[in-house]
C-alpha cells in the first residue's frame, strides 16, 4: 500500500512559481502512474499533470501546457509539479494521485491512492 505527502503549497502572486512535492511510501512507487489533480472551490477535481513510471509518457491538461512541469524521481520515491507563469485561477488544492494502471487516466476514479492536498493560493 503506496501513502502519499504532498508539500510545497504557499500564497504566491500572479506570474510566481512554485514546486509542489509529493513524497511516497511503500512499495512499487515505481511501477505507478503519478498524477497530480486540482481542486478549486465548488468545481470537480480535475487532473493537471500525469506521468508514467519511466517518466517517458507525460499528459499535461491545456491549462497546464507551457507553464507546469511534472516530472519524478523513482529512487526518491517523491513526484514533483514545477509551476510557472501562475495565474489566479491556478488558486486551488492540489492533489498526488496514483494509479496501478500502466497509462495515464484523466479521470479521478482511476486513481486509487490519494494524498491530503496542498493548498496553492494565487493572488493577483
Known amino acids: 500500500q503506496v501513502q502519499l505527502v504532498e508539500s510545497g503549497g504557499d500564497l504566491v502572486q500572479a506570474g510566481g512559481s512554485l514546486r509542489l512535492s509529493c513524497a511516497a511510501s511503500g512499495r512499487a512507487f515505481g511501477s505507478l502512474v503519478m498524477a497530480w489533480f486540482r481542486q478549486a472551490p465548488g468545481k470537480e477535481r480535475e487532473i493537471v499533470a500525469g506521468i508514467t513510471w519511466s517518466s517517458l509518457g507525460i499528459y499535461y491538461a491545456e491549462s497546464a501546457k507551457g507553464r507546469f512541469t511534472i516530472s519524478r524521481d523513482n529512487a526518491k520515491t517523491t513526484v514533483y509539479l514545477q509551476m510557472s507563469g501562475l495565474k489566479s485561477e491556478d488558486t486551488a488544492v492540489y492533489y498526488c494521485?496514483?494509479?496501478?494502471?500502466?497509462?495515464?487516466?484523466?479521470?479521478?476514479?482511476?486513481?486509487?491512492?490519494w494524498g491530503q492536498g496542498t493548498q496553492v493560493t494565487v493572488s493577483s
Open positions: 494521485a496514483a494509479s496501478t494502471s500502466t497509462t495515464i487516466d484523466r479521470h479521478p476514479a482511476a486513481y486509487g491512492t
